[in-house]
């Protein structure tokens, strides 16, 4: 029955899907590629960029990121987009735009299951489409699209899996399940949360358990599927670092039982700030509205409480348990409020639908807001209404890669007359890994980091200074420079964006 239905609105509407798909698919990647790299680089960009470009390079490093309790995915996947691209930065976020158009069709598709009807499930794909949250994190060389993508579509699966019960899609669902266990950590989630499927079921039928069993041998396929994948992380060095790691940004449950409602409280209230700023208030209610008519629905009411506790336990587990907290960590666990808004749009569409200036109405008092902000993000990000972690992150801080072009540029031109050594502030991150990205196989240019907290010129630079065998450079954030020597002779300094009590500047002075 399923069957025939799908092929019946496949065969009569193929026409407005192909037309209406392609437009879609026009103006997401015209919208995400559309001066890409606007935004400087960000510090785990510039870390994950270097990894794929030494990945690539040497064949025995292909789990470097392990080394960092990292799972190392899209660094692989990265890998030979970055032969495809002159700008290495460009070619990292190139790939999130690529997994964000992964989940633009996921969550079209996981409407279109849900309510069988084609336009609500591109009212789905508008949606994600202008969302600030999404245009944002689609644009930065990040895991965190990917790990969205993973999560929608083992969601699919899983809901395929329910209503088919067939082995092949149990395979299908653990193999997706295993490539985001190798994205990253938070995909035990998706684990932990495909048995909440099971509500979907019929408790009253006669044969229940009968059923019942059944799916657990069909979640078992996929769950072994899934745990086999991500055990292929065992062929490379640092296995235990994931683990280790990941003790860094979660509180223990002994700590969590001495203090139950900290950091509880504090992140719950930080997401009050910051999901208003990253959907928009228009947005944000309607999908708060779609909850309720989800639930009200008698035959959605099921999946509406399935897709509600795939977005409120992790949301809730991650701020009860998070020592490191910032709004990407929670990006992938929005979806169901995408689906939630097509419940929305369907109600009201089907209320109004005789009344076409409500909807254009409706469509205006959705898109007004978030198409601005979208716009401030991709041509004068500073001006970006960023909620504060964001902009301190990206735009303010040393995390921020504002000056690292400038150098850059400096670098290139100078290196065709002398050899350079350039000492940067630290050892990892926006520098000097934003730097080395541009020069990764370029022999005329050495770039290496001299640490942190700088007193005085480290030795190394002076004694390539006083060798003078090479042109010696220092790049350092002046709200960590604490140097002052007549040695060293300032080019210049970018500014980054100001923030709300002082101005950091990147500083690039050659050492004399």
């Known amino acids: 029955m399923t069957h025939n239905f799908f092929k019946k609105v496949i065969l009569r509407d193929w026409l407005f899907i192909s037309l209406a798909g392609l437009i879609l698919f026009a103006v997401f990647f015209a919208s995400r590629l559309y001066h890409l790299t606007i935004i400087p680089v960000f510090a785990d960009e ?11 390079s040497e064949p025995s490093l292909r789990f470097l990121p392990l080394s960092d309790g990292k799972q190392p995915l899209f660094m692989w996947l990265l890998m030979p987009i970055l032969s495809f691209f002159k700008d290495p930065l460009f070619a990292g976020r190139f790939l999130s735009v690529l997994s964000g158009s992964a989940s633009l069709v996921g969550l079209a598709f996981l409407t279109f299951l849900i309510t069988r ?17 999404a245009f944002f994190l689609d644009r930065v060389a990040l895991v965190d699209s990917l790990l969205m993508a993973f999560g929608i579509w083992t969601f699919i699966f899983t809901f395929l899996l329910m209503r088919f ?32 499927s099971l509500l979907l079921l019929n408790f009253r039928q006669k044969s229940f358990f009968k059923t019942l069993l059944k799916y657990a041998a069909l979640f078992l396929v996929a769950y072994v599927f899934a745990f086999c994948i991500y055990n292929l992380l065992r062929l490379g060095p640092n ?18 039982l001495k203090h139950p409602l900290d950091p509880l409280l504090v992140h719950l209230r930080d997401i009050s700030h910051w999901f208003p700023n990253l959907f928009t208030w228009p947005v944000l209610i309607f999908s708060t509205l779609g909850i309720f008519i989800g639930l009200l629905d008698k035959k959605k009411r099921k999946i509406s409480l399935v897709l509600l506790a795939w977005f409120v336990i992790p949301v809730m587990v991650q701020s009860s348990f998070a020592r490191v907290f910032t709004p990407r960590y929670l990006f992938w666990t929005i979806f169901p409020l995408f689906v939630f808004g097509a419940f929305s ?15 254009l109405l409706m469509i205006l008092l959705l898109t007004v807001l978030p198409l601005r902000y979208n716009y401030l993000l991709a041509t004068d990000p500073q001006r970006a209404p960023l909620s504060e972690p964001k902009r301190s992150g990206y735009l303010e801080k040393w995390t921020s890669g504002y000056g690292i072009v400038e150098v850059r540029d400096y670098l290139v031109a100078a290196a065709e007359k002398d050899h350079l050594n350039v000492g940067t502030e630290g050892y990892f991150g926006t520098l000097p890994d934003g730097l080395q990205i541009y020069f990764d196989k370029d022999s005329r240019v050495t770039i290496f980091g001299v640490g942190l907290g700088l007193t005085k010129i480290p030795d190394a630079l002076i004694e390539s200074a006083d060798k003078k065998e090479a042109r010696t450079f220092l790049v350092v954030n002046q709200s960590r420079m604490k140097v002052g020597d007549p040695r060293l002779e300032l080019i210049f300094k970018v500014p980054k ?15 004399k």
Do not use: C
């Open 497 to 511: 964006a100001v923030g709300k009590t002082d101005q950091d500047y990147l500083l690039f002075y050659e050492v």
């Open 239 to 256: 296995f235990q670092m994931l683990s280790s790691r990941n003790q860094d940004y979660v509180f223990s449950i002994k700590e969590i």
């Open 345 to 359: 749009f369907e109600f009201l569409w089907k209320k109004f639908k005789d009344r076409p200036h409500f909807a």
């Open 117 to 133: 009807s084609i336009k609500t499930s591109f009212f789905t794909a508008f949606l994600y489409l202008i969302l600030p949250y």
């Open 165 to 196: 019960r067939r082995l092949d899609l149990a395979i299908l669902t653990g193999m997706i399940l295993g490539g985001g266990l190798i994205t990253k950590s938070p995909a035990l989630f998706f684990a932990l949360l495909m048995p909440i």
């Open 46 to 56: 510039a870390i994950y960029i270097r990894w794929s470009q030494v990945m690539k």
